[in-house]
């Protein structure tokens, strides 16, 4: 079908609007936000609307009336970027509420605001590419509407300042010397992803080049580049270079390899009066003033668990697990990643805390190897959500509660329905906005065994 003009009339969770033709015909599609006239390709009809795909912003929204960001109609990452924090706050409370409708909660869902909504990310991902083919080389974010061409961000207002500064000179940097960008069609070509990590507590950076294998790239070359820094002026201190070989053909970091370049091993952060050790690929949520908020809450909804055991499924490197071993008996963590099981033990040590346990495996077979019985189940798992095998013998362990955190509330939806199925009943829904000015909300839920 051809391209056509429509009119955004509705938006739903986490990121798929509503348009409206001159016909009244309804398209579905990525993107956009209530009362932006957009250009769509539409595409094969579904049962009350025709999918589609947005093409191009040719009219702003009337919620727009700020000017925060230079790409507002091109990078796709930050939608409300230029709304009133109210009115964002507004329109993900009612996405989210009609999306947890569909399990039966009918009653009103607290969306927490961040108690910061510039510069509050710790970590941001960029890609090598062009802006267009043939184009110099760009260290950007994806364009909206297109698959290969690149946007330069230019003055992003989510993570600190010192972050396009740091974007701006290694983009030169490469681009000066000649460096191509992998080609996903070719699959040749020197440079892929750039990883830039911050840590709010030490104001400092990690910084890791992900590249195919690649003869180009010296280490005469790498020493060079991070030599530079000494004439580019930033708030924060370098405190450590990472390069990572992915050979991988998937749009994703797969490492094959992870070299040291420079500076320290770690970053070190503190939520919650903890100390956290921070490696290339450990998770840590991107933002921990926010962060802060949604473990208090998570440790409220717990309730009272001094003398009781804690079962923290999908720990990551143990965040959530030592902020309950300060008042639990016990607390026992699962994790795949065994990097991330390792720095959760040297976390632990760090903070003094002795009574806890963490174990590398999957959660769906740790669990027929967990012996205690637990009082309080803590999950937080990855988008993906969780097997609902593994669903179904966290059931079993009968523990009175479980507090279930989501970065992805439509897995979590799915996720709730097999637990009330399986003899849990839903408390309360509580969600933390976690993502300022993007589409993501972090959900916290509250289940009782029946």
């Known amino acids: 079908m051809a ?40 595409g094969r009809k579904k049962a009350g609307y025709i999918k589609a795909k947005l093409m191009e912003i040719v009219e702003k929204s009337p919620l727009e009336i700020n000017n925060f960001c230079e790409n507002p109609n091109a990078c796709s990452n930050c939608k409300f970027q230029n709304l009133e924090y109210s009115k964002e706050l507004e329109l993900k409370e009612k996405m989210i509420s009609n999306l947890y409708k569909k399990i039966g909660w009918e009653k009103s869902i607290k969306l927490n605001p ?15 590419g062009d802006s267009y083919k043939g184009g110099p080389l760009v260290l950007g974010n994806h364009t909206i509407g297109k698959f290969y061409e690149l946007t330069e961000y230019g003055g992003c207002q989510i993570a600190h300042p010192d972050f396009e500064v740091i974007r701006e000179y290694t ?18 070509g020197d440079l892929k ?5 911050y840590s709010f507590y030490q104001k400092t950076f990690m910084l890791n080049l992900v590249t195919p294998t690649t003869e180009k790239l010296t280490q005469d070359i790498l020493d060079e580049y991070i030599s530079g820094f000494e004439n580019i002026k930033i708030e924060g201190k370098i405190a450590s270079f990472y390069h990572t070989v992915s050979d991988s053909i998937a749009a994703a970091i797969k490492p094959d390899k992870i070299t040291k370049v420079w500076g320290e091993d770690h970053l070190t952060e503190k939520i919650n009066g903890l100390i956290f050790n921070i490696s290339p690929f450990s998770f840590f949520q991107p933002n921990p003033k926010g962060a802060e908020n949604l473990y208090n809450k998570a440790l409220e909804l717990a309730g009272d668990i001094n003398q009781k055991t804690v079962y923290d499924l999908y720990c990551g490197t143990g965040t959530i697990s030592q902020i309950f071993a300060k008042k639990a008996s016990k607390v026992i963590g699962v994790e795949i990643i065994e990097e991330a099981v390792e720095k959760a033990r040297q976390n632990a040590e760090i903070n003094g805390l002795s009574n806890l346990d963490f174990r590398a495996n999957d959660v769906l077979a740790e669990i027929d190897n967990l012996t205690d019985n637990p009082d309080v189940v803590v999950l937080d798992p990855p988008r993906s959500g969780i097997h609902h095998d593994a669903i179904r013998k966290i059931c079993k362990m009968e523990a009175d509660k479980i507090v279930y955190i989501s970065c992805n509330p439509e897995t979590q939806v799915a996720d709730l329905k097999v637990f009330t199925e399986n003899g849990y009943t839903i408390e309360e829904i509580e969600c933390f906005d976690q993502f300022p000015r993007t589409m993501h909300v972090e959900a916290l839920v509250l289940m009782t065994r029946e």
């Open 3 to 42: 391209e056509k003009k429509v009119k955004i009339v509705d938006m739903v969770y986490p990121n798929y609007s509503i348009g409206e033709d001159e016909e009244g015909k309804k398209y579905r599609f990525k993107g956009g936000i209530t009362g932006q006239e957009v250009i769509i390709h539409a």
């Open 114 to 128: 961040s108690p910061i909504i510039e510069n509050y990310r710790n970590k941001m991902e960029y890609t090598f």
């Open 171 to 188: 983009q030169n940097f490469f681009r000066e010397r000649g460096f191509d960008f992998f080609h996903k069609t070719t699959h040749k």
């Open 193 to 197: 992803y750039y990883v830039i990590r």
